[in-house]
């Protein structure tokens, strides 16, 4: 059988010149300029820490791709504070950790993201920012670096970075908003938790626009090939690009396939998350409650109530005995058949008001 061709284009300083054929078995990390033509987040999150852990830390990378819709957040970040989960769920849209740290981002085909792999001795992450704004200049876009390095149209960005370092090699990486659907990000990054706090990093929330917002012709190929352009001047570079497909063997590759599986577990997902403390409070007919639920890695360490001094005694024994068995669950996964609640009564209405707030 013959292996899956894949596209490579070639870039001179001002225009494509050529756009050709060519069947290597599987990518490998020996390129410098990579354009990923899949739409699969789990795919390019894992093949950029795969670049990054593989590709020679002495000389620059380029990587550059778009995902279909989904949540990004940073590694030391809290889901439950960052993402409205019942959104995601609703649309159908899922939030990923990713390796690096920073704040959440929404990606859909409208944002295209970028990614600049440095050895760790020359990286500078207010050069790299300045590689990226003379890309956007040279589209015609009048935009500015504000001062945590992200690119702005007047006060409202339009890309958002985060940063890693590991030994002897660096990257910055970042969004690019062209045509994304911004009513969706705003949905979804909507969350509402202001007395959740977390020992996590919080996003920096700002006013966001799109590029095509100030240029109608910018679209995801014409930033392609003004940042190539752009990053090819700045490291001297002179290599032809290298397509990426995720059909030609590349999620064969162990690295990769573990990444993916590992990305989509609730371990990764949820049981990575920082401690925190969500302090809530509700009205019964009964009284006021006030619950204080502390959680770390995903599973709750303890739940307190607060209760009016009259309340009956039962209701305080069953509150009591929920709060105990709360603990040791998995945050907003709670296993219903070891509440011992019973069908109906006030006891029920506090832990379905737990779940909600636990799940909103």
């Known amino acids: ?22 069947s290597p078995p599987v990518t490998a990390p020996h390129h410098s300029i990579y354009v990923s033509e899949s739409t699969d987040p789990y795919f390019n999150l894992v093949f950029e820490d795969w670049l990054f852990r593989h590709k020679s830390p002495e000389q620059p990378l380029l990587l550059l791709y778009r995902d279909s819709p989904c949540v990004v957040i940073g590694r030391n970040q809290n889901p439950w504070k960052e993402v409205n989960l019942r959104a995601s769920r609703q649309t159908g849209i899922p939030f990923i950790r990713r390796h690096s740290g920073g704040g959440t981002v929404y990606h859909d085909l409208g944002n295209t993201n970028f990614s600049i792999h440095l050895p760790r001795s020359s990286f500078d992450r207010h050069a790299t920012a300045q590689v990226m704004l003379k890309a956007v200049r040279s589209m015609g876009v009048d935009a500015n670096v504000n001062d945590r390095n992200d690119i702005c149209v007047g006060k409202e960005k339009v890309s958002g ?11 910055h990486h970042g969004t690019m908003l062209i045509s994304t659907r911004l009513d969706t990000l ?4 909507r969350s509402n938790k202001d007395t959740m706090e977390t020992r996590g990093v919080a996003s920096v929330r700002s006013p966001v626009c799109n590029l095509q917002q100030y240029h109608a012709r910018v679209n995801h190929d014409t930033f392609v090939k003004a940042v190539v352009e752009a990053f090819r001047e700045e490291y001297g570079v002179d290599e032809e690009v290298h ?9 064969d590759i162990e690295y990769i396939r573990h990444g993916m599986n ?21 009205n019964f007919a009964w009284g006021q409650l006030s619950a204080e639920l502390r959680s770390k890695h995903g599973i709750i360490l303890a739940c307190a109530f607060t209760y ?25 996964s709670v296993d219903e058949s070891c509440l011992e609640l019973g069908g109906n009564g006030p006891a029920v209405d506090v832990w379905q008001w737990i779940r909600t707030m636990m799940d909103n």
């Open 1 to 22: 059988m013959r292996p899956p061709h894949v596209w490579t284009w070639c870039f001179s300083p001002k225009s494509v010149i050529a756009r050709h054929f060519s």
């Open 161 to 171: 970075s985060a940063y890693k370092i590991v030994k002897d090699r660096a990257y």
């Open 186 to 189: 705003g949905e979804l990054l």
């Open 243 to 251: 397509i990426v497909r995720d059909d030609n063997g590349s999620k």
């Open 262 to 282: 590992e990305l989509r577990t609730w371990d990764w997902a949820f049981g990575q998350t920082p401690e925190f403390t969500y302090k809530i409070q509700e």
């Open 308 to 332: 009016p001094n009259d309340i009956n005694s039962g209701l305080r024994a069953r509150l009591d005995n929920l709060a105990h068995i709360l603990e040791g669950q998995r945050y907003g």
